[in-house]
Nanobody, 119 residues
Framework: QVQLVESGGGLVQAGGSLRLSCAAS????????MTWYRQAPGKQRELVAT???????NYADSVKGRFTVSRDNAKNTMYLQMNSLKPEDTAVYYC?????????????WGQGTQVTVSS
């Protein structure tokens, strides 16, 4: 089992910044990649940013240049630095981790953290 705990959400004005954290615990030795998703009210969950254990990253077009995903393998923690926040970034942000061993691969999810950006 893998446990994921997000933190760092909150209320911020447009143009502001927040930093989300996702701490992983449990059977984490084969976790790869780790991903941030978000879900706004009435919308489907969407991928925000992904980071591999080697540090490769991928971003949704809507957040490129504003968000930075990183991962501290020693602390088993993933981060999402969000700058220049916009009201359309308002959503519940979820941490996802894929455990590859033992097979088959399995996805784990955190409980989510609310990010609200006021205009």
């Amino acid at each position: 089992q893998v446990q994921l705990v997000e933190s760092g959400g909150g209320l911020v004005q447009a143009g502001g910044s927040l930093r989300l954290s996702c701490a992983a615990s449990g059977s984490i030795f084969s976790i790869n990649p780790m991903t941030w998703y978000r879900q706004a009210p009435g919308k489907q969950r969407e991928l925000v940013a992904t980071v591999t254990s080697a540090g490769y990253t991928n971003y949704a077009d809507s957040v490129k240049g504003r968000f930075t995903v990183s991962r501290d393998n020693a602390k088993n923690t993933m981060y999402l630095q969000m700058n220049s926040l916009k009201p359309e970034d308002t959503a519940v942000y979820y941490c996802n981790a894929r455990r590859n061993l033992p097979p088959p691969p399995r996805d784990y999810w955190g409980q989510g953290t609310q990010v609200t950006v006021s205009s």
